[in-house]
């Protein structure tokens, strides 16, 4: 009995989760089968997990280490799934650790590959551009603008995608519902973002608690539930973020003040209306790569998109220790719709994932 072809897709985290969402829906509404790496929200709108998504989400060089066979177990089970011959193509999101793998060997393969959101060469690791620019079965799909020139020049096929948040329309209502179910209509909530990688959370939160020590309403947002359980130690309140985009930034528009990991949420943050702080505590490898190599004038998303310093930023040296860091509330620009302006730009992921499977009606 023959197998059924299928499309490989891999997305390491949950930001690639919701990117790579609508990209399986539309896959899937086209009858393609979807098998390969991804959450709750790819699995969702129709993908066949081939492997623990659970075990992907890590956080610098250091944190790599102690997960290596796990990580190298299912790079190896997602390649072997590429290699078959019933697996029509690749699409990757993000999480260069294994996408720059598959989508070369998508290339040796003659296999076509689509990279969505790849490596950040704008920041370090330039030659990376080049190196998919010499793969002629690869097209890459980036948001920002300052990514699409980098690649530009560097010789890729590269468009630009209207990031999925551009559109999105507060649910007014989610913040206010759980300020009423779960604090009687009290004083707006501080919250608390500390990563969807689960050892990055576990070093940034200790900082962040203490930044907010004397506050009251202070609530942490577990990026997803498996998360909740290395929280509690914290005795301090834990929610799960909603999974609606449009609901995570109801909540934040909710809250009095939040305090955030570098990443996706810093977007849903800003774009929400919020004020907030950026701040992270990376492992030591990490930190000494970074000050090597890393030479952009921010980290925060908002921030380098905008090109200038909206949102303070604030990197914590691994050796700190229990300093108690504090961050200034400030007034902050109303940047949502600037924001939004720059995020709007190119064709959506749902046209994107059609044309992709255009090469094999």
């Known amino acids: 009995m023959a197998c059924e072809p299928y499309i490989l897709i891999c997305a390491g985290e949950d930001s690639g989760d919701s990117i790579g969402a609508p990209l399986v829906k539309t896959l899937v509404s086209q009858k393609f089968a979807v098998k390969g790496s991804g959450g709750r929200r790819m699995q969702a709108a129709g993908m066949l997990p081939l492997i623990d998504f659970e075990t992907l989400p890590v956080s610098g060089f250091g944190d790599v280490l102690p997960k290596y066979l796990k990580l190298r177990q299912s790079f190896n089970a997602?390649?072997?799934?590429?290699?078959?011959?019933?697996?029509?193509?690749?699409?990757?999101?993000?999480?260069?650790?294994?996408?720059?793998?598959?989508?070369?060997?998508?290339?040796?393969?003659?296999?076509p590959a689509l990279y969505v959101a790849p490596p950040q060469v704008w920041a370090w690791k330039r030659k990376r551009a080049k190196v998919l620019a010499q793969n002629p079965?690869?097209?890459?799909?980036?948001?920002?603008?300052?990514?699409?020139?980098?690649?530009?020049?560097?010789?890729?096929?590269?468009?630009?995608?209207?990031?999925?948040?551009?559109?999105?329309?507060?649910?007014d209502c989610c913040g206010e519902n759980f300020r009423n179910e779960n604090h009687d209509g009290a004083a707006k909530l501080i919250l608390l973002l500390p990563g969807s990688r689960k050892s990055q959370a576990l070093r940034n939160l200790p900082i962040y608690?203490?930044?907010?020590?004397?506050?009251?309403?202070?609530?942490v947002v577990a990026a997803r539930q498996e998360l909740v359980d290395a929280f509690k130690k914290f005795n301090v309140p834990v929610i799960v973020a909603?999974?609606?985009?449009?609901?995570?930034?109801?909540?934040?528009?909710?809250?009095?003040?939040?305090?955030?990991?570098?990443?996706?949420?810093?977007?849903?943050?800003?774009?929400?209306?919020?004020?907030?702080?950026?701040?992270?505590?990376?492992?030591?490898?990490?930190?000494?790569?970074?000050?090597?190599?890393?030479?952009?004038?921010?980290?925060?998303?908002?921030?380098?998109?905008?090109?200038r310093l909206v949102f303070s930023e604030h990197i914590v040296p691994p050796w700190s220790g229990e300093k108690t860091w504090s961050f200034a509330k400030g007034e902050r620009e109303n940047v949502a719709k600037e924001l939004s302006e720059k995020l709007a730009v190119g064709q959506t992921l749902e046209s994107l994932a059609l044309e992709f499977l255009g090469q094999f009606v």
Not at 98 to 107: I, P, Q, S, Y
Request: glycine share 4%.
């Open 242 to 307: 909603p999974q609606s985009v449009a609901e995570r930034m109801a909540l934040y528009q909710s809250a009095e003040y939040a305090l955030t990991a570098p990443g996706t949420s810093t977007l849903e943050l800003a774009l929400s209306g919020a004020s907030f702080a950026v701040c992270t505590k990376p492992d030591m490898l990490t930190y000494c790569l970074g000050c090597l190599f890393i030479k952009t004038k921010f980290f925060a998303l908002p921030n380098i998109i905008l090109d």
């Open 209 to 219: 608690l203490k930044a907010v020590q004397n506050a009251e309403n202070v609530v």
């Open 137 to 171: 079965y690869v097209k890459l799909a980036v948001f920002f603008d300052f990514e699409e020139s980098v690649y530009r020049e560097a010789g890729c096929n590269v468009v630009r995608v209207k990031h999925p948040f551009a559109e999105i329309k507060n649910a």
């Open 78 to 111: 997602l390649k072997t799934a590429l290699e078959s011959p019933e697996c029509l193509g690749l699409i990757a999101v993000d999480y260069p650790g294994f996408n720059m793998k598959l989508v070369a060997r998508a290339g040796e393969l003659h296999k």
